[in-house]
């Protein structure tokens, strides 16, 4: 850290920064001394041991000092000059740790050095009794595979014993002694062990003692506690025992697990003893090799007290467990005992007491608990909890369950409604007045929260017993049935509302700042009470000391036989060996942990544990400098060596050393860590940490004496008063948590390197900035709702009695203030504290040079704090008018318009602003709050939300009056202002109330006329509204877009039957893309409707699915299905399936259309009206009928043809659906023929009239001729489908085809598709990057000067098929319903062979109706049959000859120079293949019979070999092929080949079955002739020539060789679809010639 004075000169800077001082403890006078020989390093960090230390500078060095035995050539240096380890240099070292006799020290990359006295496997290395200098000791988690490595992060050493701590909070262990934790008999451990018992806990510090370890361990959360077990996870007995009595029961878990009593000794120590517990007699006591309690400094003289002996794993464990707790439990029960009735010491009480029976003594003991808890009147809060201790005690364990809920639920009955909060060990009865109660109610109350009477000796997971004890309350109510339950009933309830005062979860601040959710964890020996637990019982396990849970233990020490524990608000519990004093109290028993008094008024934030003696680290109350408390034998005189001192004293000399930052203790020797304060930066620095932990005691308190009590309270209020108050209750507790974290955080930062860039205050500013905008904002709430005023008179009651507490917790207020008052300022006073940041902050900054970053980061941090200071101070006042307005408001109307959140801006009761237009004797009243504007008239009064509001200036030229426009999404107000001035600052207020609402935060308006003027709300904004006067939107929900008081963009609109639309509005009403759900109460199914919008109906396409199961996919118009669609009705498994696809008029079946009725077997395809067939039409029936003709009131009515499937041809008079009625002619598939008068139903027999007419051979041949002319009654393919042609014109913008600007239309096209890859970018399928560049290609118009040439067309030719392959283009969509609309009409029961010419008349109307379109939009294509030229001329490769006359070369397709433009040639590339399965299966259909004689024949032919075939065709012998090449080897054709000859021929003529269109599959028929000739020409000479005669026999072998099964399809299929100007063509003579194949075939003859 830089300062103005340093920061340039490095070394002088470090010089004032962290010198070491020296002392001695059992010296008549204490003086520092300076440890010289650093350089100009700063000391950061020193442990001391028994004769030595070690310091650690600021640049990782490290250094020793002190009488050192285990070094070599230690007489040649004095012990008091520091020297370097040089081992370690370079190493980065971060911790360092002293034990008695041994050291450590911890590197930057978390390795472990060890060095020192390493008889006890101290130092990790096996066989060496000392290590003179530092070796690496390898930490590594066996568990893991591979096994892994361990950082450590800190190290603490004990006497024979090491804990570290890893990067991942985990303990782990090596040395001799229970002290490590581990289970395990064999000493010493010399290789690293985990500590088991604490896996899976966050571990924040581990100290060590002597003999025994602490652990402060972070609380953990509650999903994290085990399953409660039934018998002790070690020994496996019952942890639980229940002995029922004449009128109470006793729950008790006397269970003591061995493992928690026993050592296990592997060898002897000549130097310290290892503690046994030695059974000299079972029945009687245990008597104990104790420690001595002022070990000296000489070795020798301290290991001649010690003994050799050693106690097995063997021993009689039970009666030395019952004994040690028998003799402790008398004694703890003894002293409980006189502390609630007499003041002798607990020496006394001991020796009087120390003869009870055991058993007597716990049985009594349990049975005056009982008695206790039936009898509250007449014992102290105090007595009972010690009574509650001592039980506990006595069996050695604790008495969970009814027991301890009695005690506690008493507890909280006599401290919440007797008016007594006594702390435990006070001497008060129950009628002392409550304001002395209160004053240690905090503690009081953290001490039933924690259960601090619940002990164990056991090794079960504590957090296992809470959950167990938890469960059995549940179970046994044998005691508490014997408590009133009146009382009971009252705790329930209290406990019910109850907030939890400590932050179960902070959030990120618990990750960044020191967690104060701690526990304190000890275990090792335990004879002088160290463990804390109770007894003097060692632990071989960690276990929690229960009695300090809830205290926020942030730092931990421990001395040679004593521990202390320093908590977040400065309090220090000290408990162990207390024969020097060194608790720093003389209360017993000290095998509790007990609060020490150190001061006065300062607040201790360090401390540190010597061999007998502590030290303590405070700031007084108005001095920030630190001074040194001392609590061991006494220093003022050598006679008073002897006796304990009575309190800590303070170290004076200590004082005059500067800023100590840091404090050790050793042996006999202290160490302090001093900083000179350069330019106040030291000091400044210690003023906030030390006015930061004072606050949080300031806040505890207040936590503690006014929230606690009060939420115990019962009827405190309204259910929204009550609500209101634990809502700020809750951000007063969370602040509160903050603090203290922070002022533990400030500790830390003093101990260390004091970086003003790491402070929390500055890095995580967003946190303090956060949790006070939080509190301020709830106190401010509950402010608004009336405050503490709203409370009900017991609580008011309980702050009268208190008055002086509360008053004395409130500084600064008047005295003649109301209570309500006093609290509301006393909970506001927090904020003041931001005022104290930004002030210390910029004195921080005042240390540091301008141009530092630091001074910056101060400066900007200090702005920032105030800056939130004022703003909250803003609300305040804002929240006070609020509450001022309420108490003049009519009282009617304030309970529906108050609400906490809710802050009065302005108002007009002084009538600057009114209604225009108003009645003279109306009264209209504005209330401009900070979420919506007020319109109050007499009784009655309307909300408009601010969300939905927007102001506008009214033109005073134009209307005349200074006037508002208010606009809402139902009305619309114009507001007359007194003034121009009124009129301005009403504007202002509402923009930016407005402007609030919209980003979700409120700030009070500055009270500086020089504010800055926000912008004015924007005119579309998202918002909540509820409609309450629109007749069609009546009481409906929106939530979306908005735009001047209209509904305008996307947003969910919901109504209360259930009605619900999701989309896009254009103007208030619903218009574009959405999603509509209606519910149906009949069929208590939703009707679902997806599609397009306009003017708030359904309109464009959309799919609306029906509760009934029918499904409609089409064209809506005016809410009803109107243009093409599709309407499924049913599935297939219900009753009555079918299907329609057709043309909608007004919500009716009205033009050309397609019904599957699936139940019948039935296709109609023909004209509608009204739901009803009308006109022509087309009906085939699964079983192969086929009809045509008329249709009247949905019947076969008229003049009509029908078929059956025998070819029986019926002409004539219908009159219902297959019913004959009428003139006809009847001819039977013979040819024979019945005219006359029929009637009756096909198939059911029918009756005739008429004439039987057998014709003649030629005559039947004409009349069979003439029956076949099918689709004169039919509708014309040019009728069909018109409404699907008509959509795509108007998505076009024609409102006729072919009428409208081409212009316009490529506008429309742009839109449409640049619209819906928007909707594609916001769906879960983003669309794949050649879909999107194909899509941006399609939105460019293509533009064609000059002269149409073939480059143009081919590049229009790619255009459409790109624009047919998407459905965002209008010519894809529609080609795509039409390919739907072909396949549904021709597939299943339209697969009949009948309808093939229907089929293809209906492609080529297709063709013709789409290529009208492509020459809108490309007017520059010319008519069909049109020539265009060619700018090159087409040629193909020189090797492949002409066919008829060996020219090489290829002309045109055509016989007139150029290309020929037709629609087929166009579209049929983009269509044929879509629509290519149906239309094949009806040739195939079609054609079947004769294709079956040409595949028998073909069957037949191909048996023969190669030479057999050609020369039963006819083939000249000089076209047969006398070898082949495969694969470059020459075969010979023999008489058995077979499919060699013309092979390349046979396999391009294969090809034309996977081709689709005519072109294609003539290209295919044109290469094969290629491969022929090509293969003829390699046989004779280049000037070959084909004739017809030659050519046919080898052509017919190659089509017999490609067995192409449906060739006679294939060959009508080009027939039908071929361009008439290919007929003439070289393309069509050789399709000629594959046709005469196929009929040559047919009829060929195989002898």
């Known amino acids: 850290m830089d300062t103005q004075a340093g920061s340039s000169d490095e070394s002088e800077g470090a010089q004032e920064r962290g010198a070491a001082y020296v002392w001695q403890v059992r010296s008549p006078h204490v003086t520092p001394a300076r440890l010289y020989g650093f350089g100009v390093r700063a000391v950061l960090q020193a442990s001391l041991g028994r004769n030595h230390g070690i310091l650690l500078t600021s640049d990782g060095e490290v250094f020793s000092f002190g009488k050192q035995p285990w070094k070599e050539n230690t007489d040649d240096f004095p012990c008091d000059v520091p020297l370097a380890e040089k081992v370690l240099s370079g190493q980065r070292v971060i911790c360092v740790a002293a034990g ?34 530092p070796i690496p000791i390898t930490i590594t988690d066996q568990e893991s595979t591979p096994p892994l490595w361990v950082r450590v992060i800190q190290l603490s050493c004990g006497e024979e014993h090491t804990l570290a701590l890893s990067v991942s909070r985990e303990i782990w262990a090596w040395g001799s002694g229970c002290q490590l934790g581990l289970i395990t008999s064999t000493f010493p451990v010399t290789k690293p062990q985990k500590v088991e018992h604490l896996a899976g806990r966050v571990v924040l510090q581990v100290v060590c003692g002597a003999f025994h370890s602490l652990a402060l361990v972070q609380c953990p959360l509650a999903q994290d506690v085990k399953p409660v077990p039934e018998r002790c996870n070690h020994c496996r007995e019952l942890l639980m025992t229940m002995t029922e009595k004449e009128d109470h029961v006793i729950i008790s878990d006397a269970h003591c697990c061995p493992l928690g009593v026993m050592l296990a000794e592997s060898q002897p120590d000549t130097r310290t003893s290892k503690s046994p517990l030695c059974s000299k007699d079972k029945s009687s006591k245990v008597e104990e090799i104790l420690f001595p309690s002022d070990a000296q400094d000489d070795r020798s003289s301290l290991g001649s007290k010690l003994t050799d002996s050693e106690t097995e794993v063997g021993t009689d464990v039970a009666s030395m467990c019952e004994s040690e707790i028998d003799s402790n439990a008398d004694k703890s029960i003894c002293d409980n005992d006189l502390q609630s009735d007499t003041n002798q010491s607990a020496e006394e009480s001991y020796t009087q007491n120390a003869v009870l029976d055991h058993t007597k003594t716990k049985e009594h003991k349990l049975t005056e608990v009982v008695d206790c808890l039936l009898s509250p009147a007449t ?280 800023y100590i930052c840091s404090i050790s203790a050793g042996s006999n020797n202290c160490l302090a860590l001093v900083d000179q304060n350069m330019m106040g930066y030291i000091e400044n620095l210690h003023e906030l940490a030390s006015t930061e932990r004072s606050f949080y005691c300031h806040l505890s308190d207040v936590k503690s004496q006014i929230l606690r009590p009060l939420l115990g309270l019962d009827n405190l209020g309204s259910i929204t008063t009550v609500q209101l108050l634990q809502d700020m209750a809750t951000m007063f507790c969370k602040l509160c948590y903050l603090i203290g974290q922070h002022g533990t955080s400030l500790s830390n930062f003093l101990r260390g390197a004091k970086d003003a860039r790491s402070l929390s205050i500055l890095e995580h500013s967003n946190i303090f900035l956060d949790s006070y905008t939080e509190y301020c904002s709830s106190m401010s709430n509950f402010l608004v709702m009336g405050g503490f005023s709203l409370l009900s008179k017991s ?161 005073e030229e134009v209307a005349g009056i200074n006037g508002l426009k208010i606009t809402t999404p139902e009305e619309q107000l114009t507001l007359a202002a007194l003034s121009p001035q009124e009129k301005t600052k009403w504007l202002r207020a509402i923009s930016q109330a407005v402007d609030q609402a919209l980003r979700g935060v409120y700030e009070p308006s500055p009270t500086t006329s020089g504010s800055i003027i926000r912008p004015d709300p924007p005119l579309s904004r998202s918002a909540k509204y509820t409609f309450y006067k629109d007749a069609r939107l009546k009481d409906a929900k929106y939530e979306g877009r908005w735009i001047s008081g209209k509904p305008h963009g996307r947003g969910v609109l919901s109504w209360p039957d259930g009605r619900v639309y999701t989309g896009d509005f254009r103007n208030g009403l619903e218009d574009g893309y959405g999603e509509y759900i209606i519910p149906s109460k009949a069929l208590k199914k939703n009707d679902r409707y997806h599609g397009h919008w306009k003017d708030g109906k359904m309109c464009g396409q959309g799919t609306f699915w029906y509760a009934n199961g029918e499904i409609y996919e089409g064209c809506f118009q005016d809410n009803n299905r109107h243009g093409h669609g599709l309407l499924r009705s049913g599935k297939l498994t219900s009753l009555s399936p079918s299907m329609f696809i057709g043309q909608w008029v007004m919500d009716k079946k009205t033009g050309y259309g397609v019904f599957d009725d699936i139940t019948r077997g039935e296709k109609y395809m023909g004209m509608w009206q009204d739901d009803q067939r009308q006109g022509n039409g087309l009906v085939v029936t699964q079983f192969g009928l086929y009809y045509e003709g008329a249709f009247s009131l949905n019947k076969m009515m008229g003049s009509g043809v029908l078929l059956s499937e025998d070819d029986t041809v019926y002409e004539g008079e219908f009159s219902d ?37 057998k014709p003649s051979l030629y005559e039947g041949e004409k009349e069979e001729a003439k029956s076949l002319k099918l689709g004169c009654l039919s509708v014309p393919a040019d009728e069909k489908w ?188 983009v269509l044929l293949p879509r629509l290519y399965p149906p239309l094949f299966m009806l040739y195939a259909l079609e054609h079947e019979k004769e294709e079956d004689a040409y595949w ?152």
């Open 1217 to 1253: 659906d297959w019913t004959l009625n009428g003139k006809g002619v009847l001819r039977m598939s013979n040819g024979d023929c019945i005219e006359g008068v029929f009637s009756g139903e096909w198939g059911s027999g029918i009756k005739v009239n008429g004439t039987y007419i």
């Open 795 to 955: 609580a008011m009651d309980f702050f009268s009695k208190n008055l002086g507490l509360v008053q004395s917790l409130c500084h600064g207020t008047d005295e003649g203030a109301s209570i309500p008052e006093t609290l509301s300022s006393l909970f506001f006073s927090p904020m003041t504290r931001l005022h104290e940041y930004a002030r210390l902050l910029l004195k921080l900054a005042m240390c540091f040079e301008v141009s530092s970053p630091e001074y910056k980061k101060l400066q900007d941090s200090s702005t920032s704090y105030d800056a939130l200071a004022l703003t909250l101070s803003r609300k305040k006042k804002e929240a006070e008018y609020t509450l001022g307005f309420w108490k003049t408001f009519p009282g009617k109307m304030t309970d529906s318009l108050r609400k906490p959140e809710r802050r009065l801006i302005c108002e007009s009761s002084n009538r600057g602003l009114c209604l225009q237009n108003a009645g003279r004797f109306s009264v209209n009243w504005f209330i401009l709050f900070n979420d919506a504007l007020v319109h109050a008239q007499f009784s009655t009064h309307h909300i408009f939300p601010l969300s939905t509001l927007w102001a506008e200036p009214v033109s």
């Open 379 to 658: 014992t102290t809060t105090s007595a009972l909890n010690s009574l509650v201790v001592s039980c506990a005690s006595a069996v050695g364990v604790r008495v969970v369950a009814t027991c301890e809920a009695g005690a506690l639920s008493l507890k909280k009955v006599m401290n919440f409604y007797s008016g007594s909060l006594c702390d435990a060990g006070v001497q008060n009865p129950l009628g002392l007045v409550v304001q002395e109660g209160l004053k240690d109610s905090r503690e009081e109350q953290v001490k039933l929260e924690s259960m601090q009477g619940k002990k164990s000796s056991s090794l079960v997971d504590i957090r296992e017993e809470e959950a167990e004890a938890g469960c059995r309350r549940l179970s046994l109510p044998g005691l508490l049935s014997q408590v009133s339950p009146r009382l009971l009933r009252k705790v329930g309830r209290a406990r019910m509302r109850t907030v939890a005062l400590t932050p179960t979860n902070s959030g990120e601040a618990d990750v960044l700042l020191p967690c104060l959710r701690t526990e304190v964890w000890s275990w090792g020996r335990g004879k002088e009470g160290q463990l804390g637990h109770g007894d003097v019982l060692p632990r071989l396990q960690p276990l929690c000391v229960r009695s300090m849970d809830g205290k926020e233990v942030v730092q931990l020490a421990a001395g040679s036989h004593h521990s202390i524990a320093l908590t977040a608000k400065s309090q220090v519990f000290s408990w162990g060996s207390n024969v020097s004093g060194q608790l720093g109290h003389l209360q017993s028993p000290t095998t509790m942990p007990r609060l020490a008094k150190v001061c006065e008024d300062g607040t201790v934030w360090s401390v540190a544990a010597g061999q007998d003696y502590s030290l303590f680290l405070a700031h007084g109350k108005n001095e920030y400098q630190p001074v040194v408390y001392y609590s061991g034998f006494g220093t003022t005189d050598i006679t008073s060596v002897v006796e304990p001192a009575q309190a800590p004293i303070q170290l004076t000399e200590c004082a005059q050393l500067g």
């Open 1496 to 1647: 028998e024949c073909v069957l037949r032919l191909n048996k023969q070999p190669d030479t057999a075939l050609l020369a039963f065709l006819g083939v000249q012998e000089k076209f047969w092929p006398t070898s082949i090449s495969f694969l470059g080897d020459n075969t010979k054709i023999l008489p058995s080949t077979k499919d060699s000859c013309f092979a390349s021929a046979v396999e391009c003529l294969q090809q034309i079955s996977t081709t689709f269109t005519p072109a294609d599959k003539l290209r295919v028929i044109q290469q094969t002739f290629e491969e022929i000739t090509q293969e003829a020409q390699e046989a004779h000479k280049e000037g070959f020539l084909w004739s017809m005669d030659e050519l046919f026999p080898v052509f017919l072998y190659v089509v017999l060789r490609a067995r192409i099964r449906n060739l006679g399809s294939e060959v009508h299929l080009i027939e039908d679809l071929m361009d008439p100007y290919l007929q003439h063509g070289e393309q069509g003579i050789m399709f000629t010639t594959l046709k005469a194949c196929y009929y040559q075939i047919q009829h060929e003859k195989v002898n």
């Open 100 to 133: 008695s006799y041994h050291s450590g020290a911890v590197s930057e990359n978390g390795m472990v050095y060890m060095w020192g006295e390493n008889t006890a496997g101290q130092c990790a290395i096996a066989n060496r009794p000392s290590i003179p200098e």
């Open 1282 to 1469: 018109k409404a699907i042609f008509e959509e795509c014109w108007r998505q076009l913008g024609c409102e006729a085809p072919g009428k409208g600007e081409s212009q316009k239309a490529w506008d429309n096209i742009a839109v449409a598709i640049t619209t819906k890859r928007r909707q594609q970018q916001d769906s879960p399928e983003p669309l794949s990057r050649s879909h999107t560049q194909m899509l941006e290609s399609l939105e460019r118009i293509p533009q064609h000067n000059g002269t149409f040439t073939m480059e143009k067309y081919e590049k229009i030719k790619s255009y459409l098929i790109n624009a047919c392959e998407t459905p965002l283009h209008q010519l894809g969509r529609l080609m795509e319903t039409l390919v739907a609309v072909y396949r549904m009409t021709y597939v299943g029961v339209g697969a009949n062979r009948r309808l093939l010419q229907e089929a293809v008349r209906e492609i080529k109307s297709y063709l013709k109706r789409i290529y009208q379109l492509v020459r809108f939009l490309f007017p520059d294509i010319s008519e069909e049959g049109s020539t265009i030229q060619s700018s090159t001329t087409l040629k193909e490769s020189p090797d492949k000859p002409h066919i008829c006359n060996g020219r090489t070369g290829l002309e045109s397709e055509s016989p007139e120079p150029g290309y020929v433009v037709t629609s087929s040639g166009l579209l049929l590339p």
